[in-house]
């Protein structure tokens, strides 16, 4: 692509490759806004994932077809999340429909039996991150929840506020 001696031409490649690849997500995080990569639903971790996946894909690409390919796939990714979002934003139908409800996994320091089998969550992982959260005793942990992203939340103290739990479900 670059140059005719294979090893300088990949050395180059791989650099300049790399270089505007990571300058086009640049682009699009800035035109996209701060959303782009936080963790808020499953398809913003799917999203992250795949532009990982299209950036390597150009940083290793043999022709300038395949590079043009993956930065628009980049920006395709990035529009598509962008609609998604807008989507789930005026309508709790679609809402409803594209996003996992969080699920208690404890409440008021029980074990949500059914909730861990059905997500299939190991107790011992429920008590790594109580650790994590640095509770230190189950009588004030209100609840642990699984929440859409994967991510676990330990909700500890003297009270809970019932708000921070409205849409969580009990399985």
Known sequence: MFFENTLLDLVARGFALAA???FWVVVLIRLNGLRSLSKMTNFDFVMTIALGSLLATAAGADSWQVFGQSLA???ALFFVQWGTAKLRRSSDTIETVMQNAPVFLMRDGQFCEDALDTTRV???DVIAKLREANALDL????AVVLETTGDVS???GDRLDERLI???TAQ
């Not at 009588?139 to 209100?142: A, E, G, N, P, Q």
């Open 122 to 124: 190991a107790k011992s």
């Open 20 to 22: 505007m690849g990571i």
């Open 139 to 142: 009588d004030k942990v209100h």
């Open 166 to 168: 409205e849409n969580v």
């Open 73 to 75: 796939a980049q920006a």
């Open 154 to 156: 330990v909700l500890h």
